[in-house]
């Protein structure tokens, strides 16, 4: 027996960029002002090198605001016996960056693996906590990633979150601005 994935890469989240608002996130928190959906490059100014169709990206306010995903593997088209035994790599990425030079802002992305159950199998999380201390220094879009591989059996869902704000208060959306946040299962 053998299994055919094609080496296209597929992003599983859904509107990962903010081109349909909020919708296909989950467990939204709007602290502060909220959420809110800005075209690049925006009051930032700085464009997104790392894919051109990217026009979009979310801001976040004064308070914490998050969101989530959760993907359903098998929903997506993998398996029981694939994910049990040969457990291709999940692979997760996220972009941010900040409003402005001296903006200290604190992003975090968390991702699971959950049994059917909901218990975690594997956690990763990434923090960034900045202040930006050169005048003239523009921030750039920065990425962060992760790979899951040899999780064990049972995995069927995977979990992404990520959030952020603006740690000086301001009211508005100078929070972390966030991008092109993928989920993908290697071929």
Request: glycine residues 8%.
């Amino acid at each position: 027996q053998f299994y055919f994935l094609s080496k296209r890469r597929r992003n599983l989240l859904r509107n990962p960029c903010g081109e349909e608002d909020l919708e296909g996130w989950c467990d939204v928190e709007h602290g502060g002002d909220g959420w809110r959906v800005e075209e690049l490059p925006g009051d930032s100014g700085v464009e997104f090198t790392h894919d051109e169709s990217v026009k979009k990206y979310f801001a976040s306010s004064f308070e914490w605001c998050r969101k989530a995903q959760i993907i359903d593997l098998q929903a997506e088209g993998y398996w029981e016996e694939l994910l049990d035994t040969t457990q291709p790599a999940i692979v997760v990425k996220d972009c941010f960056n900040c409003w402005q030079i001296y903006a200290h802002i604190y992003v975090c992305m968390y991702v699971m693996y959950i049994f059917q159950n909901q218990s975690a199998v594997q956690t990763k999380g990434h923090s960034v906590d900045w202040l930006w201390p050169q005048a003239g220094v523009r921030p750039t879009w920065n990425v962060i990633s992760h790979t899951f591989t040899d999780y064990g059996p049972g995995v069927r869902f995977v979990r992404f979150e990520h959030g952020g704000q603006d740690s000086v208060y301001w009211k508005g959306w100078f929070g972390a601005r966030v991008t092109n946040s993928s989920v993908w299962v290697e071929p």
